[in-house]
């Protein structure tokens, strides 16, 4: 995914959080690029490093299209839910899919639906690549 790196940062106690801009949202997370990274453009891939257990950190979406926002010290990803023939579970966050480790099995009728996972921003991380 493409995204718009605004500046990495580091407040003591924390790793480097990148604060970043999509066409869809704005929020800080865990950037595992280089630490002197430029303001600019960069693809990324996304993981989350924090089990998703329905109810708690993943909840029905209040509207529908891909969603990112802060929301304390939590940011918060919208996108559609979909689950593997193997039971996996993937987030579509606008076209790019983040693989979800699960707690537990989701209720049947989440799957195809949009929801929001409230994840921890040091737990959710930012790979940068080159095409």
């Excluded at 299209?65 to 990803?77: D, E, F, K, N, S």
């Excluded at 996996?88 to 899919?97: E, K, P, Q, R, V």
Aim: net charge negative; hydrophobic share 45%; charged share 20%.
């Amino acid at each position: 995914m493409l995204i718009e790196l605004v500046k990495v940062a580091r407040f003591p106690g924390s790793p480097w959080l990148a604060d970043v801009r999509t066409s869809f949202g704005h929020t800080a997370v865990r950037w595992c690029g280089d630490r002197a990274a430029e303001p600019g453009e960069y693809h990324v891939e996304w993981t989350i490093d924090e089990d998703i257990v329905w109810g708690q950190n993943a909840k029905p979406a209040v509207g529908i299209g891909p969603g990112l926002r802060t929301g304390g010290h939590c940011a918060v990803l919208r996108g559609q839910l979909s689950l593997t023939e193997v039971g996996a579970a993937l987030l579509d966050f606008d076209g790019t899919n983040i693989l979800l480790d699960l707690a537990d099995p989701l209720p049947e009728d989440v799957a195809n639906t949009w929801v929001e996972l409230f994840i921890e921003r040091e737990k959710v991380s930012l790979y940068p690549y080159v095409l």
